[in-house]
C-alpha cells in the first residue's frame, strides 16, 4: 500500500501555485525532494486520451512497474520496462514505462522498486491553471502599478518604477533631447530576473503572444486571467500585451522615428523589492534592432487591435511606419555595449542583448508592415529573402515574419503561391526532422535529440521548438507533430534529465530559488507562479556550484544562477504559446469527442 502523503502535498503544491488568483493568504510548505529518484516524467499529469510516458534510469532493467490508484491503494496498472537503444547524455542506460492505457481520471503513483515512486494526475482539466499562470506571470512583471491583494493574493507588493523621471543617458543625445533631458515611460514588464526594460527582448515576447492570440483567438477570448482588466471587453492576453505597448511607444523618440535599445540603470539593483530599487534610469542610445523590432510589433498590434480599438491601431501602424524610415536611413546602427562605455557615461553594464546582423529584423518589420498595408515595397524585401528554416530567438526573428505570413496567406498576392509553398516545405520539413530525432534520445522529447540546443535558456529553446510543431501541425494536420509537441510540454514539467518541472510552483519538484528579485526579495513566501526558468547550460556563464557539467543536466536550482535559473518574459512567451496552444487544441478534441458521444 502507498501512503496519500505525497499526493496531498501535489494537491496542495499545485492549489498554491496559482492560488494568486484566489487571494491565498499563506506561504506553501517546502517540498522534501531528491535528484536520486530515477523517475522522470511530467510531474503535473496527463489528459485520459493523451500518451504517458516515464523514463527511468538505471544500469540494469527494473524488471516491472505498478502503477497504483491513490484512491483505492489498489494497483491500476502492471507492465514491464522497455529497454531504450540509446543512452543519456551521460552515458547511464534508460528504460521506459508505458502507462498509456490508464485513462480514468485521478490520482495515481508509479512504481517501480521500493521507495522509488512519483505521484501524477490523470485529468481533463488538468492544465487550466498552468495555462493561465503561464500568461498571469507577465502581470507579476509589472512596473509603475501596484499588484492588487484582489488579483495577485499573498504576491500583492507596492508599485515599483514610476518611470516618469527618465534620464537621456549621453549616447541617446539629440539636439531635441539633449543628455539629461527627463522624459517619461512608464508601464512594460521587468524584462527578466532584473528590473530594465529592454526594447529588442519585448520584441520576440510580444510577437510571440499575439501570434499565439492570432492563432486561437476564440480560447484567449473565453479565458480570464483575473488582471485589472479583466471584463473590459478586451481579450486578457491582449490587455497584457498592451500594457507593454503603452511602455513601447514611448521608447520611440518622437522627433525622428527611432528607437531607444533599452531603459535601465547603469548597472543592475540588489535582491530587493521594486519600490525600493530607486537607482537613477536612463534612455540608452537608439539602433537599427530595436527600431525594425519596434516596427514589427506596432504593425503585428495594428492588425491584432484593429477590430478592437481602431484609433489605437492606427496609431500603432503610424508608429511602425516612423520607425520603419528611420531604420531605412540608418540600416546598421548596432548597440555595442563596451564601445559605447568607452565614449559615454556613465557607464551601462546591464543586458546588452547587442545584434550586429539586422536582415532578419528588417524582414519581420517588412511582413508585419505588408500584412498591415499591403504596400509592394515591403513584398519585394519579403520575396527576396532565403526562406530557409532557423528557429526564433531574440537574435534571430525572421521566422517570426515567416509565421505571421503563412497564418495569413489570403493577404498574400495571388501570384505568390509557389513562394507560400516553398515556405511551408521549409516549416514542415524542419519539424519533421525535429520529430524523428526526438524518437532517437533518452528523453523521447526534441530538445534532447542534439546536446548544441542546451544553450542560455535551453528551456525557451524547447518551448520554441513547440510552436514550431504546432504549426507544423496547423499546416498538415499530421497528429504527430501534435504528439511531439505533447513530448515537449512533458520534458518541460519533468520528463528531463534533472528531475525538474521547469515551472515554479507546478509539479512535485520545481524552483523554489529562482534568480528573480520579485521573488528573492521576499523569501518567505513561496516563487510567484507559472515562470519558466532557464533551464540547463553547460555554460555556466555565472560561475555557480553546478552538480554537473554533462548538457543537460547543467542545473541548478539556486538564486545565484542567473545561466540556468533565471526567468525572463522571452522564455516564457513561447513556453505560454505551447501550453495555452496545447490547451486549445486538446480542449477541441475533447469537445468533439463529447458531440459525437451526444449524436449517439
Known amino acids: 500500500m502507498i501512503s496519500n502523503t505525497r499526493t496531498k502535498a501535489l494537491t496542495f503544491s499545485l492549489w498554491m501555485a496559482f492560488a494568486g488568483s484566489v487571494g491565498a493568504d499563506a506561504p506553501a510548505e517546502k517540498l522534501s525532494t531528491t535528484t536520486e529518484n530515477p523517475i522522470r516524467m511530467n510531474q503535473l499529469g496527463f489528459l485520459p486520451a493523451a500518451n504517458k510516458l516515464a523514463v527511468v534510469l538505471a544500469d540494469s532493467n527494473p524488471g516491472t512497474f505498478v502503477i497504483w490508484d491513490l484512491s483505492t491503494d489498489e ?3 502492471r ?3 522497455q529497454a531504450s537503444k540509446e543512452k543519456t547524455l551521460r552515458g547511464t542506460q534508460s528504460w521506459r514505462a508505458d502507462f498509456s492505457a490508464i485513462q480514468t481520471p485521478g490520482t495515481y503513483a508509479i512504481e517501480i522498486s521500493e521507495g522509488q515512486r512519483e505521484v501524477f494526475q490523470v485529468g481533463s482539466g488538468l492544465y487550466d491553471a498552468l495555462a493561465d499562470a503561464s500568461l498571469k506571470a507577465f502581470y507579476f512583471q509589472r512596473a509603475s502599478m501596484p499588484i492588487e491583494e484582489h488579483y495577485a493574493g499573498i504576491w500583492a507588493r507596492p508599485a515599483g518604477h514610476a518611470d516618469d523621471k527618465i534620464l537621456i543617458h549621453s549616447s541617446a543625445a539629440s539636439a531635441e533631447r539633449p543628455a539629461g533631458t527627463v522624459v517619461s515611460a512608464p508601464k512594460g514588464w521587468y524584462d527578466a ?20 492570440y492570432e492563432r486561437f483567438p476564440e480560447y484567449f477570448s473565453a479565458r480570464s486571467l483575473n488582471i485589472p482588466e479583466s471584463e473590459n471587453g478586451l481579450p486578457d492576453i491582449l490587455d497584457e500585451v498592451r500594457y507593454n505597448l503603452d511602455w513601447l511607444t514611448d521608447m520611440q523618440d518622437p522627433n525622428d522615428g527611432g528607437v531607444y535599445h533599452k531603459l535601465t540603470t547603469a548597472n543592475f539593483e540588489g535582491m530587493v523589492a521594486p519600490h525600493l530599487a530607486t537607482k537613477t534610469r536612463y534612455m540608452v542610445q537608439k539602433g537599427t534592432a530595436a527600431t525594425l523590432d519596434f516596427a514589427a510589433v506596432m504593425a503585428q498590434a ?20 516612423a520607425a520603419w524610415q528611420w531604420a531605412e536611413e540608418n540600416p546598421a546602427v548596432a548597440y555595442r555595449q563596451d564601445q559605447l562605455n568607452q565614449q559615454f557615461d556613465p557607464d551601462i553594464v546591464t543586458g546588452a542583448y547587442g545584434d550586429k546582423h539586422f536582415t532578419d529584423e528588417h524582414f519581420w518589420a517588412a511582413a508585419e508592415l505588408f500584412l498591415a498595408t499591403g504596400e509592394p515595397q515591403y513584398w519585394k524585401i519579403i520575396r527576396t529573402t532565403p526562406t530557409e528554416y532557423a528557429l526564433p530567438s531574440w537574435g534571430d526573428v525572421r521566422w517570426l515574419g515567416y509565421y505571421s505570413l503563412l497564418a495569413n496567406a489570403g493577404k498574400l498576392p495571388k501570384e505568390s503561391t509557389p513562394w507560400q509553398k516553398r515556405v511551408a516545405d521549409n516549416l514542415v520539413q524542419a519539424a519533421l526532422d525535429l520529430t524523428l530525432a526526438s524518437t532517437r534520445n533518452a528523453y523521447r522529447s526534441p530538445i534532447s535529440s542534439d546536446p548544441k540546443h542546451f544553450v542560455w535558456g535551453s528551456n525557451s529553446v524547447a518551448a520554441n521548438q513547440g510552436i514550431l510543431l504546432l504549426e507544423a501541425f496547423r499546416i498538415t494536420g499530421n497528429a504527430d507533430f501534435l504528439r511531439s509537441a505533447e513530448d515537449t510540454r512533458d520534458y518541460l514539467l519533468g520528463r528531463n534529465a534533472t528531475g525538474y518541472s521547469f515551472v515554479t510552483g507546478f509539479g512535485i519538484r520545481t524552483p523554489q530559488h529562482p534568480h528573480h528579485r520579485l521573488t528573492a526579495a521576499r523569501p518567505e513566501l513561496p516563487p510567484l507562479p507559472g515562470f519558466l526558468v532557464g533551464g540547463p547550460n553547460p555554460g555556466q556563464h555565472d560561475g555557480c556550484n553546478y552538480p554537473s557539467d554533462i548538457a543537460d543536466e547543467s542545473f541548478v536550482d539556486h538564486v545565484c544562477s542567473f545561466a540556468s535559473n ?9 513556453f505560454a504559446y505551447l501550453i495555452n496552444g496545447l490547451h486549445a487544441l486538446e480542449s477541441q478534441h475533447d469537445q468533439t469527442d463529447s458531440d459525437s458521444e451526444d449524436a449517439h
Request: glycine letters at 8%; hydrophobic letters at 45%; proline letters at 5%.
Open 75 to 77: 494497483a491500476a496498472l
Open 79 to 81: 507492465g514491464r520496462m
Open 193 to 212: 530576473g532584473d528590473y530594465n526594460k529592454y526594447v529588442v527582448n519585448s520584441g520576440i515576447t510580444m510577437g510571440t503572444l499575439m501570434s499565439a
Open 302 to 321: 495594428a492588425r491584432v487591435f484593429a477590430p478592437f480599438e481602431p484609433r489605437q491601431a492606427a496609431h500603432y501602424l503610424n508608429s511602425a511606419r
Open 566 to 574: 533565471e526567468i525572463a518574459i522571452n522564455w516564457n512567451a513561447p
